[in-house]
């Protein structure tokens, strides 16, 4: 297979062409994709000064992302599986399409938007449960030259109508709901409210999937299955330049809204299939399977275009891994014989305290390679996934990367890179990884820890956040002067393996999914009787980290205090969504503060993670009793 690794050896001797003349290097690889005009030059780039960053990978070059995954692979795989949807209920039959049946889909729909009007550079909203169309509709955008903006369907209405106004979306692709285990998440009703407030949308259109009764406002909303009748399964690929916005993905981070991470069409093509590929080893026929749900980078990079681009069969699941039992992933792997799965450690550790018989009853054997991501994997997990769930013979690749980078910067190449339990272990070709101090300066040699940063650009790297580059630039270059700040903290050891911390900044992976905690204290603050809050992550057996809430209220009435924890619960469901409800909430009566007013989350967090036996010095505060009446009101046990 091109471009494909194939041994440590190989892999050091490529790592090292890629840090000395990455422009060669990556020219090679983009040398297999199908270009209406190739580029003038591999890469222009500036982390720092005016304008900055400023990065543009594939100058000039001409190509749709969508003929790189159909045209290029027709020849060879009209009749193969592309994308095989396995539904919510094990008693409805799943669906399998080839990669000509489903090309003939992405076309007819792509004609459909066109017929609504949606042109090259307009931006799609679509809020879909895990279902083909999701598919067929990010890739019908992306065969247009479309813009297409996945909001994840746990997300509330006012978080999905953020994110439309901050697009200014002109068409949103929905349904009219959503099946979730035995729940049905009313998505319909939810787009119809955030619709109230997104001027922008000229048209919704609805997938019918639950048949459950909703409300068309007409003019306004169309039905999917209405809209694709009669429309042609011709369609010519609209040509785009390397540098046009492919899509946009909001991700959470310290302070303010969600920002739209911008991703450009070629960069972010070469590399979604260039790691796929290799930290995978995919080989031809191989059944790959990734867990994640499209509305996360995860599902965006390696259910669909990663795959795709790579000629592979890729498996979506719209369900839970705990529906109708705790053995459904197994019984996944098993019905398709599955190759590669690729999940992360909260779903591993969800299913690991399930115990181990649910794992022993299933046939796994089909397993090759074992994928992670989302957060660290901790010791007891990782071993369980490799000795339970692999027997010992499956390589486990922990891939290091977030929705900025656009795919895997660090993690092995399965059955090539020697692993370490909880260890991303080394950088991919191209990828330059740096630790640093506070001060920004390079932390050098092995066994040690620092601030991960990144000093070279890559392929797959964001351009901006959408209708604010200023904010892009704050927010991942400007701390570190030329380098790019990925917010984790990383150790390297004696061989130079890195081993991912977590976030050093204000942001908690919850169950993988990453919340910003400013954003949870800002929906915690919207209820009437709370004066003022501070969320922090805390050590979650399960879900990774938890969320923790201090919470100052008005004086409350019995019945008021009753009911307040469940209330505030409420409203940080309605504005954000429940996977951003905190897990506990302890009614403070005030917060460590500084003198100059600001919070003092380190003091928060040690509290929640139970520790109180090393606070640092808390005399500066401006009342430092309040750290007491915390310590002493905790709802976890803490150590003095
Ligand atoms: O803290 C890191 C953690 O997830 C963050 C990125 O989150 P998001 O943008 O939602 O993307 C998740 C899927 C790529 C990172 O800053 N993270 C991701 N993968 C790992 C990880 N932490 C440790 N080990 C990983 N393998």
Not at 193 to 215: C, D, F, M, N
Request: with cysteine; hydrophobic share 40%; proline share 5%.
């Amino acid at each position: 297979m091109l471009n494909k690794i194939s041994g440590f050896a190989d892999y050091l001797q490529k790592y090292q062409e890629s840090i000395a003349d990455p422009e060669k290097f990556w020219a090679q690889i983009a040398e297999a994709n199908y270009w209406h005009k190739k580029w003038d030059q591999v890469v222009e780039w500036r982390f720092d000064g005016p304008k900055a960053p400023d990065v543009k990978w594939f100058l000039n070059a001409k190509l749709n992302i969508t003929e790189n995954i159909f045209e290029r692979n027709m020849f060879l795989r009209k009749d193969q599986t592309a994308l095989i949807w396995e539904p919510n209920d094990p008693a409805e039959k799943e669906i399998k399409l080839t990669y000509g049946e489903l090309f003939d889909k992405v076309k007819q729909f792509a004609n459909a938007l066109l017929n609504l009007g949606v042109k090259k550079g307009d931006r799609v909203a679509i809020y879909l449960p895990m279902v083909p169309e999701l598919a067929i509709a990010m890739m019908a955008c992306a065969r247009i030259g479309a813009i297409h903006s996945i909001i994840f369907a746990g997300f509330s209405s006012t978080a999905l109508s953020d994110r439309i106004v901050d697009a200014s979306a002109k068409v949103l692709i929905t349904s009219d709901g959503g099946f979730r285990g035995n729940k049905i998440i009313p998505l319909k009703e939810i787009a119809d409210e955030a619709l109230k407030k997104s001027p922008s949308v000229e048209h919704a259109v609805v997938l019918k999937r639950t048949g459950k009764e909703i409300t068309m406002t007409t003019g306004r909303d169309v039905w999917w299955h209405d809209v694709i009748k009669g429309m042609s399964t011709e369609n010519k690929a609209e040509v785009m330049d390397a540098e046009d916005t492919l899509f946009i993905l909001y991700t959470s981070g310290s302070t303010g809204k969600p920002k739209g991470v911008v991703h450009s069409q070629a960069g972010y093509m070469v590399y979604s299939e260039y790691t796929f590929k290799n930290v995978f080893q995919y080989s031809e026929g191989d059944m790959y399977w990734c867990t994640a749900d499209i509305g996360w980078v995860t599902g965006h990079s390696y259910i669909i275009y990663g795959p795709l681009l790579a000629g592979a069969t890729s498996i979506m699941f719209e369900g839970i891994p705990t529906f109708p039992d705790a053995g459904r992933f197994w019984d996944i792997v098993d019905k398709y014989k599955v190759n590669q799965i690729y999940t992360a450690p909260t779903a591993i550790r969800a299913l690991m305290a399930q115990g181990d018989e649910w794992v022993e009853s299933h046939d796994l054997s089909s397993l090759k390679v074992l994928g992670t991501v989302g957060e660290p994997i901790n010791e007891e997990a990782w071993h369980w996934y490799h000795d339970m769930v692999g027997k010992g013979r499956c390589p486990i690749v922990d891939t290091w990367w977030q929705t900025e980078t656009g795919g895997m910067l660090i993690s092995p190449l399965a059955g090539i890179t020697p692993t370490k339990p909880t260890m991303a272990t080394l950088p991919l070709p191209g990828i330059q990884p740096i630790l640093v101090d506070q001060e920004g300066n390079e932390i050098q040699g092995n066994a040690v820890q620092g601030i991960l940063c990144i000093k070279y650009p890559w392929p797959g790297m964001l351009r901006t956040t959408w209708g604010d580059h200023d904010r892009c630039y704050q927010t991942y270059f400007s701390t570190f002067k030329g380098l790019y700040l990925t917010g984790d903290g990383a150790k390297r050891d004696e061989e130079g393996y890195y081993r991912i911390i977590g976030r050093i900044d204000d942001v908690i992976n919850v169950s993988g999914h990453r919340i910003g905690t400013a954003e949870v204290e800002d929906a915690i603050n919207e209820h009437p009787k709370v004066v003022e809050s501070a969320v922090v992550g805390y050590p979650h057996p399960i879900k990774g980290s938890g969320i923790y809430a201090y919470v100052i209220t008005e004086s409350l009435s019995d019945e008021e205090q009753k009911n307040i924890e469940a209330e505030i619960r409420d409203t940080v469901n309605k504005l954000i969504g429940s996977i951003a409800k905190p897990d506990i909430i302890q009614l403070v009566s005030g917060l460590p503060k500084t003198r100059s007013g600001k919070i003092m989350r380190r003091i928060l967090r040690k509290i929640g993670e139970g520790d109180a036996t090393n606070l640092g010095d808390i005399s500066t505060l401006l009342d430092p009793d309040v750290v007491e009446d915390i310590i002493s009101g905790a709802k976890v046990e803490v150590k003095r």
